[in-house]
């Protein structure tokens, strides 16, 4: 990416080993984020220009000397970040705060060096050609995050839920609530497809209004109160705002869409006053993949349906389009 809507799909040299505990993996499949279009709206113009992509599901081609949980051959799923899944915050599943992490940022393209591979890799038993590539690929980022949300709201059977977004993120929260067990779900967005999505994935509301018109529809439906809590997955500060307007006195918002702001209200008539926690966060924890994978791999749940739209990787830029353009939810990458 070099600029506001300018992505080039370019020749560069193949990942090597670096590291001892590298691995290098074949993506088979990757896709785009919601939150590759922040860059897309803002990032400075640049000569160099930055690669792109965090998910990708695929298959190790070769491993350094320290790795031994993973060998090539072996199909994979990788979080958004990488971790040694050793040091004191992993250990307490805390795998997006590892001493010895980061993010991955280079993988919308033919092959990715993985840091900490043994760490960070979890292994699929599925083939290349696997009807479940799709779902499996939701567990690199858009379902693990919608389940962090869930996960630190604290939803479960007891919980009122809103989710403010219709992104697949937000769509992903809506499963994820539904899987904790919540039996009302609210969801907030405005694109019929998607909600209808929302729906099949365990929404039992939908407002389509925003700002206070909004707030107001969802205070209708939950008695006048809001929701126990809110998952807040889109990153801007009206979604914060909405977030504030829905959430029951002494409930939890969990934010996970990146925040695209370092400053937003906390004080006497927000967060303060009504007893109201804040959390959220990167969800990318080791711990909730392999707490998800038996159910995608049994087919419980169907998260890569988020999916709408396959590119290979010549029509990436196109894919940022159509997303950026509402005409995609997700668009799936095949290298
Ligand atoms: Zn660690």
Redesign the pocket.
């Known amino acids: 990416m070099y600029g506001p809507g300018d992505v080039r799909v370019e020749n560069v040299p193949d990942p090597t080993l670096q590291q001892p505990t590298d691995a290098l993996v074949r993506v088979v499949r990757s896709c785009v984020c919601g939150s590759d279009l922040h860059p897309y709206h803002s990032m400075p113009a640049s000569a160099e220009g930055r690669p792109m992509g965090h998910e990708f599901i695929g298959v190790v081609e070769e491993t350094g000397s320290a790795v031994s949980a993973v060998k090539a051959g072996d199909f994979v799923i990788a979080p958004f970040a990488f971790?040694?899944?050793?040091?004191e915050?992993?250990r307490e599943g805390r795998?997006t705060n590892?001493?010895?992490?980061g993010f991955f940022s280079t993988a919308q393209a033919e092959a990715v060096r993985v840091p900490q591979a043994d760490?960070t890799l979890v292994p699929a038993p599925v083939g290349e050609d696997s009807a479940l590539l799709p779902s499996l690929l939701t567990l690199s980022d858009v379902l693990i995050t919608g389940h962090h949300a869930a996960v630190t709201a604290g939803v479960s059977a007891r919980t009122s839920v809103t989710v403010v977004g219709d992104g697949a993120v937000g769509l992903l929260a809506v499963l994820a609530a539904k899987r904790l067990g919540a039996e009302q779900i609210v969801l907030m967005g405005r694109h019929k497809t998607r909600t209808d999505l929302g729906r099949e994935f365990g929404a039992t509301d939908v407002v389509a209004e925003r700002g206070e018109e909004g707030i107001a529809k969802v205070r209708e439906l939950t008695g006048g109160h809001g929701t126990h809590t809110v998952l807040e997955c889109v990153g801007h500060l009206p979604a914060s705002e909405q977030a504030y307007g829905v959430v029951r006195a002494g409930g939890v918002i969990s934010r996970v869409g990146v925040p695209q702001y370092e400053d937003a209200p906390t004080g006497m008539g927000t967060l303060w006053g009504r007893n109201v926690t804040l959390t959220g966060g990167p969800g990318a924890q080791r711990p909730y993949i392999e707490e998800l994978l038996p159910d995608v791999l049994e087919g419980r749940i169907e998260p890569g349906k988020v999916f709408d739209r396959t590119v290979d990787l010549d029509g990436v830029p196109d894919g940022y389009r159509d997303m950026d353009a509402r005409e995609a939810l997700k668009v799936l990458v095949r290298p």
């Open positions: 971790f040694d899944n050793t040091c915050f992993c795998t590892c001493l010895h992490g760490g």
